[in-house]
């Protein structure tokens, strides 16, 4: 089944350490790919994305995510997190079957940090 | 740039009562918006895709007779929650694409709370 999945329902980590969050699709063709964040009282808002090219994904905050053809995943990477980041984090997938129209979001994953 | 507003963001109704949710891209037009739902400590699921101008496409399972979607112009669609219910106390979040320079990429509003007593 067409699904998008991130494993991980709740992390916590120490300000300053690194963080990845995992997610993985199941689509037969490469669907566009996105990383949302939601913090409290705001909106979504676009971390990253990717279509096409370099599978390496610079965002925004310092995030960046790498796409992995082989494994179907698109995990979501900072290399030292600040405090502000505690927030509700989506993966999000454009399938071709929807023409790139429609996102399908993972369950999200709630990222806690400790000072 | 590419900032999405809702309004109201937070309601309270009585059940039976009708709700209108009215979702504005500020600074660029729309070609297409979307309305989802998100439950408590759940994702968002996509209810319904309005274009302006024409009717809009809902997702299996969305009553499009309960939920009134319309897209009146490039820069604003409205969600009427009719004849609401307490079940459907919700989250509902709006996005808008932008057909121009970044016609693949959804812009979010703040979404709105829906309490039906």
């Known amino acids: 089944a067409q699904s998008v999945t991130q494993p991980d329902i709740h992390i916590t980590v120490s300000e300053g350490a690194s963080l990845e969050l995992r997610c993985n699709y199941s689509?037969?063709?490469?669907?566009?790919l996105f990383w949302y964040v939601q913090s409290p009282g705001q909106g979504l808002q676009l971390l990253l994305k990717?279509?096409?090219?370099?599978?390496l994904v610079q965002g925004i905050k310092g995030f960046e995510a790498e796409f992995k053809r082989s494994q179907s995943s698109f995990n979501l990477r900072k290399p030292s997190v600040h405090w502000s980041d505690a927030a509700e984090y989506f993966c999000?997938?454009?399938?071709?079957?929807?023409?790139?129209?429609?996102?399908?979001f993972g369950a999200g994953t709630r990222l806690a940090v400790h000072p | 740039g590419a900032v999405v507003s809702q309004h109201p963001s937070r309601v309270i109704c009585k059940s039976g009562t009708s709700v209108k949710i009215e979702c504005r891209s500020l600074?660029?037009?729309?070609?297409?918006m979307f309305w989802y739902r998100q439950f408590p400590k759940q994702s968002l699921m996509l209810m319904a895709t309005?274009?302006?101008?024409?009717?809009?496409?809902?997702e299996q399972g969305v009553e499009k007779d309960k939920f009134l979607i319309n897209h009146a112009s490039l820069t604003l669609s409205t969600l009427t929650v009719t004849s609401a219910h307490p079940e459907d106390s919700s989250f509902y979040i709006c996005?808008?694409?932008?057909?121009?320079?970044?016609?693949?990429?959804?812009?979010f509003g703040p979404g709105t709370r829906l309490t039906v007593l």
């Open positions: 999000a997938v454009a399938p071709l079957s929807g023409g790139y129209n429609k996102l399908i």
């Open positions: 990717y279509f096409s090219g370099d599978t």
């Open positions: 689509y037969g063709a490469t669907p566009y």
């Open positions: 996005s808008a694409r932008w057909g121009g320079r970044d016609p693949d990429t959804q812009y």
């Open positions: 309005s274009n302006e101008g024409s009717k809009a496409t809902y």
């Open positions: 600074d660029f037009q729309a070609t297409t």
